[in-house]
């Protein structure tokens, strides 16, 4: 719009930087002008979010250069890079729930009177700062942890525009947000880019990106794909610009052979303090998939099947058989494995070596079984392509794709029957994730019932036989295979009506 | 949900706030007061007179000092073990240089002062730049401590004079002086949590460091001057048990139990014991409820093994409470018959009514991102 006419306010020209060697960033820039809405897209691992931190300053870089306002710039710390007018909104929010919205907002920058924090000011600094978006709901005084995630969001918002930022970068910004609160972010957002702010907005939900943005740069494996108007671009065009290659090239078929089989899990009006009248049968040889915005209800779903936060309602069935299980130990024992969705903290004892990591489960409630696994691990690690040094090693050492398919062999050791996989393929390279959908596919055709959390919806259209979307704690709609992402989204967000008990 | 109740109360804002820690130590120790002036009133004594009040308010201000400091450290998350052996290290400095000549009182307090703040950087030191725990890095400093004071001490030592004394013996009515200095140091400790940017800071690194740090807070000096602070706090107690005995002792810290009780009069008065979260008017309370704790079983004459059997109980059931309160960290979304109780937690068009509708969701989005 009126953008390109002003003198851009920040330009990065050809930023690398490598982890360990591995180069996830290569000769990657871009132009941003005030009052510029600049979409930043790419598959995970595109290198997003590392050329946000690079510009924050979170990062080193290890070549390139970025201007300023007209000066050439290195930040150290996001803080500098707050200061000089680029403040970041990061996806993990960095707010201390114990601490009220002003506190908050000015934290480390506390105003100061006669030598005291001046707390009357921040009240009206931050109650000044929230008018000018147009917000009333969110008290100044109120401790962060009362508010909702989109308040939160808001908060941060806040905070990076208190230092009168006039670039301010977004990482996936409605990731947690319910559709009318996605709403009120676009107003926010066309606000700030009204007031001569510039705006790097990644988001892996297009429609935003087509929503928001006249300027779309698309990455992919750590480089510069394009960089143009989104006027000259259509989804699709975006998409495959993205991908690079269609996106049933990425996902395997299943397997020849793969028959649907008696039901393995089912439950029925099943409910706890998270989750409630959840119906849902899993069987033999199908891989269903659950897709829902953070906070749906999905994990809370598995952990229910799984006895960690055991359904209190409603019944369930494996192999046809109610049952009902309390704890864990017992979900194991009934032939059910859970993959979570944190493999550093949930999944793996991370300084002991793969061996022991593979054998936990099995020694813990089928110890007798421990000798016959060790014998069996090699084979099952090499059939899983485990990279590492041997078998002694710490797994803390093995990149996130090797550990997650630690964290599998830990869980095929005990021949389960019914997995859950909450996030399996998160934060892991591609070659590691098609891995992943390869097990998938064989476990399906061996007759195992999988049930597949995951908030990428291309891995859920194109894995899943069915799609159940979770929504506020429920099952909000059981969607055919091959659904498309708008209508999954809708179900998400609960604005679509139809399916298993949608809505009140 | 509902955006009906919006019309009719267009900008109301509820009070989502949970029932304020400290506020729960203050109905505990009303509590206890009633409970104890029953119990006192059955075996014919008086729990209000001037002479058990004063007794009370005496048991609190030795342990009040070191508490307050060691609220600080632990909103800090760390922890100071050290305390004990500062209070005996402090009252024999004291006794000797006062060496029972009311002039030298200026100098002796300075330098006791000036000794704790010493030990108190070495351990904020170590703390924070050798990453050392709190736990372990005071108990080093704790035990390097002790060892001086065993190998240079065999028993009391110095001669505090009568003008000091009168700090530890003199009172307004009921109350005594001593306590009336540590409850201004108490307002002192809680204008400085609330009032300056380093208060503040303590509950930023406490409560989540990586976020203080990338707010630009320097991480290293809430704690270091938490721990400075602490230790001078224990250097008053150590100033007025020397008031009190008329000489320095090797050992009237660790008979005290300073360190383990500090900890438990401070969890007592709601302060997270992972940090971030807390107020000295808590640890004040909490120190109040074991004085008249204490009191009462003096009174009954309780045999003292069973008084540490009941304060044992006391910390325990507290930690339980508040533990309790804590793990909930994830709130349901639906109660046990699936009635859901969360309405959707709107911001533009509200739905957050009444009560605590509203809070379901975020706490759970908040976990999953952890």
């Known amino acids: 719009m009126n953008g390109t006419d002003a003198a851009p306010v920040l330009v990065a020209e050809g930023l690398e930087k490598s982890f360990f060697g591995v180069t996830v960033l ?79 907002v000015f934290l480390g920058r506390e105003p100061k009177r006669r030598g005291l924090v001046d707390r009357a000011a921040m009240q009206r600094e931050t109650r000044a700062l929230l008018d000018e978006l147009g917000i009333d709901s969110i008290d100044a005084d109120a401790p962060v942890r009362t508010l909702t ?44 880019a009204a007031r001569g702010v510039a705006i790097l907005y990644v988001s892996h939900r297009l429609k935003e990106i087509f929503d928001l943005c006249e300027t779309i740069t698309v990455l992919k494996d750590g480089a510069l794909v394009s960089t143009g108007p989104a006027s000259e671009l259509t989804t699709d065009e975006l998409v495959r610009r993205m991908v690079g290659r269609p996106i049933a090239a990425y996902f395997p078929d299943a397997e020849a052979g793969t028959v649907l089989g008696e039901p393995r899990l089912q439950l029925a009006g099943a409910g706890n303090a998270y989750v409630d009248g959840v119906d849902l049968e899993l069987r033999a040889g199908e891989i269903v998939g659950v897709a829902g915005l953070q906070g749906s209800g999905r994990t809370e779903l598995v952990e ?41 903290a949930q999944g793996l004892a991370l300084n002991q070596s793969i061996a022991d990591n593979a054998l936990l489960v099995i020694r813990s409630v089928f110890a007798r079984r421990t000798s016959e696994a060790r014998r069996e691990l090699p084979g099952v690690l090499s059939s899983l392509e485990v990279v590492s040094r041997g078998v002694d090693q710490e797994v803390q050492y093995l990149s996130g794709g090797n550990q997650q398919k630690v964290v599998l062999a830990k869980w095929l050791a005990t021949r389960p029957s019914v997995v859950l996989l909450d996030e399996p393929t998160r934060g892991i390279d591609v070659g590691a994730k098609v891995a992943v ?16 959390i995951s908030s990428e919806l291309p891995e859920v259209i194109g894995m899943s036989d069915r799609i159940i979307v979770m929504h506020d704690g429920r099952a909000s709609a059981e969607l055919p295979a091959r659904s498309d992402e708008a209508t999954i989204l809708a179900a998400a967000t609960g604005t679509l009506k139809l399916g298993t008990g949608a809505d009140r | 949900m509902s955006t009906g109740t919006l019309s009719e109360a267009p900008v109301r804002k509820p009070r989502r706030r949970r029932l304020d820690a400290s506020l729960i130590v203050g109905i505990a120790l009303v509590g206890v007061i009633i409970i104890g002036s029953v119990l006192v009133a059955s075996v014919g004594r008086n729990f209000f007179s001037a002479g058990n009040i004063r007794d009370i308010l005496t048991g609190m201000s030795v342990l009040g000092f070191v508490a307050i400091g060691q609220t600080l450290v632990i909103l800090c998350a760390s922890l100071d073990l050290s305390v004990p052996y500062v209070v005996s290290l402090s009252s024999l400095i004291a006794a000797d240089m006062m060496a029972g000549n009311p002039g030298n009182i200026p100098a002796a307090v300075l330098t006791v002062l000036v000794v704790a703040a010493l030990i108190g950087t070495a351990n904020g030191l170590i703390v924070t730049k050798l990453k050392v725990n709190g736990f372990i890095a005071t108990l080093g400093t704790g035990l390097i401590i002790k060892g001086y004071l065993d190998t240079n001490y065999k028993g009391t030592s110095g001669n505090v004079p009568w003008e000091f004394q009168l700090i530890g013996a003199t009172g307004v009515g009921p109350v005594p002086v001593s306590t009336l200095i540590m409850l201004g140091v108490a307002v002192l400790g809680a204008l400085f949590l609330a009032r300056t940017r380093t208060g503040s800071h303590m509950f930023a690194v406490g409560g989540n460091e990586q976020v203080a740090r990338l707010s630009g807070i320097r991480t290293a000096r809430p704690v270091i001057i938490a721990h400075v602070l602490c230790s001078m706090t224990a250097a008053l107690a150590g100033l007025l048990l020397a008031s009190r005995l008329g000489v320095g002792s090797p050992t009237v810290g660790s008979q005290g139990g300073y360190d383990l009780l500090s900890i438990a009069a401070v969890v007592l008065g709601g302060t997270l014991l992972l940090g971030g979260r807390g107020s000295i008017w808590g640890t004040i309370g909490g120190v109040a409820i074991f004085a008249v704790v204490d009191s009462v079983m003096s009174v009954m004459q309780v045999n003292p093994f069973l008084k540490d059997v009941v304060r044992g109980i006391v910390i325990v059931a507290a930690v339980a409470v508040y533990t309790a309160r804590i793990t909930e960290r994830r709130r349901p979304r639906f109660t046990s018959t699936g009635a859901s109780d969360a309405a959707g937690g709107g911001i533009a068009g509200g739905g957050r009514g009444a009560g605590s509708a509203g809070q379901g969701t975020p706490a759970v989005v908040q976990e999953e991102q952890a």
């Open chain 1, 26 to 104: 290569r000769g990657v820039g871009l132009t941003l002008h005030p009052g510029e809405v600049h979409g930043l897209v790419g598959e995970n691992g595109a290198g997003k979010s590392t050329f946000m931190k690079l510009l924050a300053g979170v990062y080193e870089r290890d070549a390139g250069t970025i201007t300023l306002g007209g000066e050439k710039v290195a930040f150290t710390h996001p803080v500098q890079a707050a200061h000089a007018g680029l403040a970041t909104v990061f996806q993990e929010f960095n707010l201390l729930p114990e601490r009220t919205v002003a506190q908050n």
């Open chain 1, 437 to 452: 959908y390869n097990l998938m596919r064989r476990l399906a055709k061996e007759g195992v019932a999988i049930l597949m």
């Open chain 1, 304 to 344: 229910g099947v799984f006895g960690v936060t055991p359904f209190t309602r409603g019944e369930m069935r494996r192999d046809g058989r109610p049952i009902h299980v309390t704890s864990a130990r017992q979900a194991v024992r009934s032939g059910i494995a859970l993959i979570t969705e944190d493999r550093k």
């Open chain 1, 149 to 192: 995630v989109a308040e939160q969001q808001i908060v941060e918002i806040v905070k990076a525009l208190s230092t009168d930022a006039r670039v301010i970068q977004m990482d996936e910004p409605t990731a947690a947000l319910a559709g009318h609160e996605v709403e009120l972010l676009y107003a926010i957002v066309r606000r700030l």
